[in-house]
Nanobody
Framework: QVQLVESGGGLVQAGGSLRLSCAASGRTFSDHTMGWFRQAPGKEREFVAAISRSGGTTKYADSVKGRFIMSRDNVKNTVYLQMNSLNPGDTAVYSC????????????????????WGQGTQVTVSS
């Protein structure tokens, strides 16, 4: 079991930055690929980024590539999402998730491969 709690959301102006954190409980945190997803009002939840168990490999959605950076600290059991150059299109509830053990890189963007989810944190970008 992995329990996840996000923090760091808020209101920011376009062009600004935010850093989200996701604290995990449970001894198996480092066994899981971790992901960030977001859901805007009236839209499906979509993949944002994912990171391997060691933190050595990442994957990003095209819409955030070059602007967002995902990292993890397996000592602190925490993953981060550094979001730069934010625009109103990034407004959404952001959730972190722990992937099913054994999920391969090509499947990291599919939310059905994630078994544990946080409650989400709201990010609002004003124009």
């Amino acid at each position: 079991q992995v329990q996840l709690v996000e923090s760091g959301g808020g209101l920011v102006q376009a062009g600004g930055s935010l850093r989200l954190s996701c604290a995990a409980s449970g001894r198996t945190f480092s066994d899981h690929t971790m992901g960030w997803f977001r859901q805007a009002p009236g839209k499906e939840r979509e993949f944002v980024a994912a990171i391997s168990r060691s933190g050595g490999t990442t994957k990003y959605a095209d819409s955030v590539k070059g602007r967002f950076i995902m990292s993890r600290d397996n000592v602190k059991n925490t993953v981060y999402l550094q979001m730069n150059s934010l625009n109103p299109g990034d407004t959404a509830v952001y959730s972190c998730a722990a992937a099913r053990v054994g999920t391969i890189w090509s499947s990291w963007s599919f939310k059905t491969n994630y078994d544990y989810w946080g409650q989400g944190t709201q990010v609002t970008v004003s124009s």
